[in-house]
């Protein structure tokens, strides 16, 4: 009987544990597929009308509205795999000469924050969760300096 509650703390530990670290892994995917430089694998992934939803907001909100035309260039630019990939890639070598990692900040069961520790002006990646351990990429924060 003690090897069967032994057994079973071992994959409840092991359960939320891998919940924990799911969205490391999901943004991991995310930068595979945008690095692959296929927009097929990068869809998976992320939900990418939300994610230009919250860029064209955020370039509206500084000032980019004047142009529709260069605005919709700007927002094909940064949400493509060369444009995600630079945001997601952005801070991990900081200023310090260090390797920055990300860390992450739960604001709801379904909701978690990925940004770079320790970095200034680094990108925010907002993921929903779909399923148990699977996530989606359906915002993304760009830094300060990019707007």
Known sequence: MKRKHAVAAIFCVAAIGFTW???YIAMYRISMAARSVRMAGLEQQADLAAVRASVMQQLQTG???HDAEELAAMIDTIVSPPGL???I???KEGADGKRHDFGMSYRS???VVLHR???QDTS???LKRHGVWDWKLIAVTLPADLL
């Open 109 to 111: 069961w379904s909701e």
């Open 89 to 91: 890639m952005r801070g």
């Open 85 to 87: 990939t630079a945001l």
């Open 117 to 119: 520790d320790g970095g």
């Open 63 to 65: 000032g980019y509205a």
């Open 21 to 23: 670290v799911s969205p």
């Open 124 to 126: 925010q990646f907002l």
